[in-house]
C-alpha cells in the first residue's frame, strides 16, 4: 500500500517537473533532453528524435502529447503509408517516392515502403531507375516475409533475362499468396507453350483478385483462334480495370481489319499508361 502511494507521488512528481520544464524531460520517455538527438515540434515542445520515431512507428496520433497540438513531424508510419499508395493509384509517383522515403528514414524495414520504392526504382517511375536500388528494397522488403516484393523481385531478374531466378521468385510469391506471383508464372507457361499449365495460374490469379488473369486466359483462346471467346475475356479483363486487356482488344480488332475502332482502344489504353499500346500504335501507323 505504502509502495503504491510512493510510486503514486513519484508519478505526479515527474509529470509536474515536465509541465514546470517542458524543455529539459522528454514527456515520452520521462528521461532528460541533452542538446543533441532532440527535436523541436511546431507548438515549441521537445522531445527525442528516438521517442518521435517509436511513437511514429507504432500508430501515433500526429499530435504533440502535451499540448495535443497537430504537427506533421508525429505523423505516424501508417498515415505515409495510406498516402504513398493513393499516390502510387494516382501516378503521382513523385510524391509516392518522397513519402516512402521518409517511412524507411524512420524504419528501414517497412516492407510497404520497401515494395513501393523497389518497384519505383525498378521501372524508373517518379525516382531515376536504378536497379541496384531496387534489389536492396525488394530484398528487404521479402526479407520481411512481403510476398509482393518476393514476385517484384522476380520480375526485376526477368528484366536482366534470368528467368529461371525469376521463376522461382515468382513461386515463392505465389505460395505466401500474391497472385500476381501465380499470374507472372502464367505467362512464363505460355511463352513455353505450356498452354494447360498456363491457364491454370491464370485461373489462380484470378480467384486471388488479380484481374490481369482474365486478360491472359483471353490471350491463350487468341493464340489458340477462338477469337470470340478471346475478345468475351479480354472484356473481362477491362471490365475488372486491367489496362492491358484493352490493348489486346485493339490487337484484335486490328487484326479483323477495323482499324478505327483499333485506333480508338488502342489511343485509351495509351493514356492509360499501357506502354504495349503505344508500340501497337506505332504498327498500325507504319502500315497505314
Ligand atoms: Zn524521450
Ligand atoms: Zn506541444
Keep these: ?132 536500388k531496387a534489389f536492396e528494397l525488394l530484398e528487404q522488403g521479402r526479407s520481411q516475409g512481403n510476398a509482393r516484393c518476393a514476385t517484384q523481385l522476380g520480375v526485376l531478374y526477368g528484366d536482366f533475362g534470368m528467368n529461371n531466378k525469376a521463376k522461382e521468385l515468382y513461386e515463392e510469391g505465389r505460395l505466401r499468396g500474391d497472385s500476381r506471383g501465380a499470374l507472372n508464372l502464367g505467362v512464363c507457361a505460355m511463352e513455353e507453350g505450356q498452354e494447360q499449365q498456363a491457364k491454370e495460374f491464370f485461373t489462380e490469379a484470378v480467384l486471388g483478385g488479380d484481374a490481369g488473369g482474365y486478360t491472359y486466359i483471353g490471350s491463350l483462346h487468341d493464340r489458340a483462334g477462338d477469337l470470340l471467346i478471346a475478345e468475351a475475356f479480354y472484356k473481362l479483363g477491362w471490365l475488372h480495370g486491367h489496362v492491358q486487356a484493352l490493348s489486346y482488344l485493339g490487337a484484335l480488332r486490328r487484326d479483323q481489319g477495323q482499324v478505327e475502332e483499333a485506333v480508338r482502344l488502342l489511343e485509351l489504353a495509351c493514356q492509360l499508361g499501357d506502354p504495349d499500346a503505344a508500340v501497337e500504335l506505332c504498327e498500325i501507323h507504319k502500315q497505314g
Excluded: W
Design 1 to 132: 500500500m505504502e509502495h503504491s502511494n510512493d510510486s503514486t507521488t513519484e508519478a505526479v512528481t515527474v509529470v509536474e517537473t515536465i509541465l514546470q520544464h517542458p524543455d529539459t524531460i522528454c514527456c515520452i520517455c520521462f528521461e532528460v533532453l541533452s542538446g543533441s538527438g532532440c527535436q523541436r515540434l511546431s507548438c515549441g515542445h521537445v522531445l527525442h528524435e528516438k521517442c518521435v520515431r517509436e511513437m511514429r512507428c507504432f500508430g501515433a496520433v500526429g499530435r504533440c502529447p502535451l499540448c495535443r497540438h497537430a504537427s506533421d513531424l508525429l505523423t505516424p508510419i501508417q498515415d505515409l503509408i495510406e498516402q504513398a499508395s493513393t499516390c502510387r493509384v494516382r501516378d503521382a509517383n513523385v510524391e509516392c517516392a518522397q513519402l516512402a522515403s521518409e517511412v524507411l528514414a524512420l524504419d528501414p524495414t517497412n516492407e510497404h515502403a520497401n515494395l513501393l520504392l523497389g518497384e519505383l526504382y525498378r521501372s524508373g517511375q517518379g525516382v531515376h531507375k536504378d536497379p541496384c
